[in-house]
């Protein structure tokens, strides 16, 4: 287990440098000079080199990238080109809204996710099976954006069941903190939830086909005890995989969502660093989605040994 943790900390680690690095150098080949836009609309050149020799914007792109790394690896990201805050201080005001909605969107993509792919697994290439596996293909083909701003229509202005935009933290009520996250939530989660059902019903299919499974069956088992007992522990392993996959897909999709609906998350704040050329921002929210990707990935490794004596073997 030591060997197995050292191996994979050498394997993520660098992913902490190196995408971080892209983006960096990403953010250099956008047309427009920073030091201009962060001057304002009317400064003139004097005013524009004095905000440039101030950020330091003049050294190599190479020499800024080692100098903000070196400060991050000591715990600091620096300071906002823009409000002037601590980019830590930013990331931790917006992280609350953004954790709410990933983790609820994630438990309405399991749950629907599951329970859509036993039902359709239970009798293979019947009416339901077919039903759900054409709406699993229409919602993967959805933008989440586009269902977003269908959400806000049906549901928060045509039939005003949800807010349609805004955020308030739980300790303003529970109640209120669900009604504002649901319909982003909700959007949100589709695609993942479709993916889940897809992977999820396949791997079930095969595993009802195994030996141990049909002894299982001769033993005069019900179809669903089978199921969760002895074909959904082994099923969950190609699905666990895909799932961690899915977790940085939906952290991407919070950017447009929290445009949307309005929500001040690290989406948005995201975006609004991207327009204003708010380099450390932008570099400290890809650290923080990149650390929580590894991190997830890591887990899921993690769940093979639970999930297939094959693999703690």
Request: proline share 6%; charged share 10%; glycine share 8%.
């Amino acid at each position: 287990m030591i060997k197995f943790l050292l191996r994979k900390l050498a394997t993520t680690l660098p992913l902490l440098v190196v995408v971080p690095f892209l983006v960096f150098a990403m953010i250099e080949l956008v047309p427009g000079d920073p030091a201009a836009i962060l001057a304002g609309e009317n400064a003139d050149p004097a005013q524009i080199e004095a905000v440039r020799d101030k950020l330091n914007l003049g050294s190599p792109l190479i020499v800024r990238y080692g100098n903000w790394l070196l400060s991050a690896v000591q715990g600091d990201l620096g300071t906002s080109f823009t409000s002037g805050s601590t980019v830590i201080g930013l990331l931790g005001r917006s992280l609350g809204a953004t954790l709410s909605l990933v983790a609820l969107a994630l438990l309405i993509a399991v749950v629907i996710g599951v329970a859509l792919a036993v039902a359709a697994a239970a009798r293979p290439h019947g009416l339901l099976d077919r039903f759900v596996s054409a709406a699993s293909a229409l919602a993967i083909a959805m933008p989440t954006f586009w269902l977003g701003l269908l959400l806000v229509s049906l549901l928060a202005i045509q039939i005003p069941l949800f807010p349609s935009f805004g955020y308030v933290p739980p300790g303003e009520g529970i109640g209120p903190w669900l009604a504002h996250l649901f319909l982003p939530a909700l959007a949100l989660s589709v695609l993942p939830a479709a993916e889940l059902v897809m992977q999820l019903r396949s791997s079930l299919l095969n595993a009802m086909t195994t030996d141990y499974v049909l002894n299982a069956r001769a033993k005069g088992l019900s179809s669903l005890s089978v199921m969760f007992k002895h074909g959904m522990k082994n099923a969950l392993v190609p699905v666990v995989t895909v799932f961690g996959f899915r977790v940085a897909e939906i952290l991407g999709g919070t950017v447009a969502i929290e445009f949307i609906f309005n929500i001040s998350g690290l989406g948005r704040l995201a975006l609004d660093a991207v327009q204003a050329r708010d380099i450390p921002v932008v570099l400290g929210f890809v650290l923080f989605t990149t650390l929580v990707v590894v991190v997830v990935n890591f887990l899921v490794d993690l769940s093979y040994g639970f999930l297939s004596p094959k693999v703690r073997a």
